[in-house]
């Protein structure tokens, strides 16, 4: 809703610009007219002119966005060209030149007839008064087609330019009812508009930056135009009474009963039990939207809608670092394994919480090392996340061989559930046999499967939650003095802390996202009460491994020791991952883990725990 009055406001906003000018004047010159055979003509000539720009650069931004990686970043090329246009008022006007000839042309024609206005050069006038705009429309207006085109075509984009040229009509019809008066406060408001003006086209230019950094990606993957239903679902799951586990800021949310989030959802997705254990039939909650928009697949040629239809499908929402998303991954596997020749396709759907998972290599490696052997979308433009209007890491989606979505789960858990969705929809599909010749995997897997951080957490043990080191999200902070951001700081860690107060010693940079060492023999402290402690790690800049040491309540944590580190608690952090540091044996309780980096560097993102 912010955006869409925002985008309202920028388009009423508009005629406050210098350029507008020469526009007003043979407007106004009219204002005499009827309203009915001159102001709306004029204004439905001017909105067929945004709707065939909009429409242009929308198709042509959008493909060039989706197109690979390099789409990215010539469609942050022109954000920084729109910039440059709302910060130099000159570069716009050479710009656009072509444009402006092209409406004086046409308004002179218009205007040729003489002072009777008749609907016919109305209109010819509101597509001269179109053009005549560019200057000063095509910079705002381009802000909200380059953005979409980053974020993809969507009904969110269609109603943020609605609102802009809702907003531009506005204000123009309120100068062709009121006439001179609004012109002469105009005139007194330039000074105020160009500096507004001004200051949005250096906003625009300092998002380039944070875009071009990857700085963009915590808030795609939190905020979304299409999927505004989070925070509802927040409300609904309080007061259902769920007690399920939720990752902050738009992550995960384990619900049973999220219909807000799934497009086209009827109802909750919830499979309803009959008495004598069979499956009542599966509600449709939306059409599958498909799977353009990813940068590159892993472990197949890009798949259709089209191409799947026959099929069942499971779509996989994940991001290689989230623990939430491991512990579900033996169960995606396995039905990936048991399905695949009675016709399921399951599809990971890569979508990046850190700027690190945006690295395609990355996932690449993350992918070989888990044993993914299914296709993957890289989804690092949150493309298909936002079509399917997605919230949440996990997210499954089961889709049946027409091409509609039929089920939904959010988070861990219920795998026995949703694997009877896959046999009842395969069954659906001809595949009568299944019942028969598979028997469901049992609520937890064999040790093998589910080792490591792919071991179910122990939730009744669990008082500690997920928490983020970078300053954008962290909470809980316990170093004296608080957090610095941006720069280097010299820390102390709180000598005893109580539960779930965290803190830093030794020389770090705080930034949004994740902390920086940047001197050796730093440390983290945390008091936790969990089975199993992680940390999100990633190596030295220059790729050079940083090693380490943990103590659990000041020694070596022995028996203790996470699956990444050696009894005495020695390690290295050699890539951009998960790091599991701690798996308690014996009785949970509350414990103070330390962790200290002897070599200068690394970077620490969140902890989780299981």
Not at 211 to 224: E, F, N, Q, W
Not at 371 to 396: E, K, L
Request: charged share 15%; with cysteine.
């Amino acid at each position: 809703m912010l955006l869409l009055i925002l985008a309202y406001l920028g388009g009423a906003l508009t005629i406050l610009s210098p350029c507008i000018l020469p526009v007003l004047p043979f407007v106004f010159a009219r204002a005499d007219q009827p309203f009915a055979r001159s102001g709306l003509p004029l204004l439905a000539g001017m909105g067929m002119t945004f709707a065939l720009v909009a429409t242009l650069a929308a198709v042509g931004g959008g493909w060039v966005a989706q197109a690979n990686q390099f789409g990215r970043w010539l469609a942050i090329a022109l954000l920084t060209v729109f910039g440059l246009t709302l910060l130099l008022p000159r570069f716009a006007e050479r710009l656009m030149r072509p444009l402006v000839n092209a409406g004086s042309r046409l308004s002179n024609f218009a205007q040729s007839g003489g002072r009777a206005a008749s609907p016919g050069s109305s209109f010819l006038l509101g597509i001269a008064t179109g053009l005549l705009w560019a200057p000063c429309a095509g910079p705002i207006l381009g802000l909200v087609l380059t953005g979409a085109a980053l974020q993809g075509a969507s009904l969110g984009t269609t109603l943020l330019l609605a609102a802009y040229a809702a907003g531009a009509a506005t204000s123009l019809a309120l100068a062709l009812l009121i006439g001179g008066r609004v012109f002469a406060a105009m005139k007194r408001s330039l000074d105020a508009g160009e500096w507004i003006r001004r200051g949005i086209g250096a906003a625009m230019l300092a998002g380039v930056v944070a875009i071009g950094l990857g700085l963009d990606t915590g808030v795609l993957a939190r905020v979304s135009t299409i999927a505004t239903g989070g925070l509802e679902q927040h409300l609904v799951d309080r007061l259902a009474g769920n007690h399920a586990a939720e990752k902050q800021d738009g992550t995960m949310m384990a619900s049973a009963n999220p219909e807000s989030t799934v497009p086209g959802a009827a109802s909750g997705g919830a499979m309803m039990m009959r008495a004598g254990g069979r499956a009542a039939a599966l509600p449709v909650e939306g059409q599958f939207p498909g799977l353009n928009g990813a940068v590159e697949w892993l472990n197949s040629p890009p798949l259709t809608a089209e191409g799947l239809r026959g099929k069942v499908v499971l779509v996989d929402f994940w991001t290689y670092s989230c623990i939430n998303c491991l512990r579900t991954l033996p169960y995606v596997k396995a039905w990936a394994d048991k399905y695949k020749d009675q016709g399921l396709v399951v599809i990971g759907v890569h979508a990046p919480e850190f700027a690190f998972e945006r690295n395609i290599d990355n996932v690449k490696k993350a992918s070989r090392d888990l044993g993914v052997t299914y296709p993957v979308a890289i989804d690092n433009n949150f493309a298909i996340w936002r079509a399917f209007g997605n919230q949440y890491w996990p997210a499954h989606y089961f889709i049946d061989p027409q091409g509609r979505i039929r089920f939904h789960h959010f988070g861990e858990g219920e795998y026995e559930r949703s694997e009877a969705v896959i046999r009842q929809l395969l069954e659906e599909a001809g595949h009568a046999d299944v019942a028969k010749r598979a028997t469901a995997m049992p609520a937890t897997l064999n040790d093998k499967a589910g080792s490591g951080v792919q071991m179910a957490a122990d939730n009744g043990a669990m008082r500690s939650p997920e928490t983020y080191v970078g300053y954008e999200r962290a909470e809980n902070f316990g170093s004296p003095g608080g957090a610095v951001h941006d720069r280097p700081q010299d820390y102390t860690a709180p000598a005893k802390p109580d539960l779930n107060r965290w803190g830093l010693a030794g020389n770090w940079r705080v930034g949004a996202e994740h902390a920086t060492l940047d001197r050796p023999n730093g440390r983290i402290v945390y008091r936790f009460h969990a089975r199993d402690l992680h940390l999100v790690l990633g190596p030295a800049q220059d790729g050079k491994p940083v090693r380490f040491r943990v103590t659990i309540d000041g020694a070596a944590p022995g028996a203790s020791h996470g699956t990444d580190i050696a009894p005495d608690g020695t390690g290295e952090v050699t890539a951009q991952r998960l790091y599991q540091l701690v798996r308690q044996d014996g009785e949970v309780r509350d414990r103070t883990f330390a962790i200290e980096f002897l070599d200068p560097g690394v970077e620490a993102y969140a902890f989780t725990f299981g």
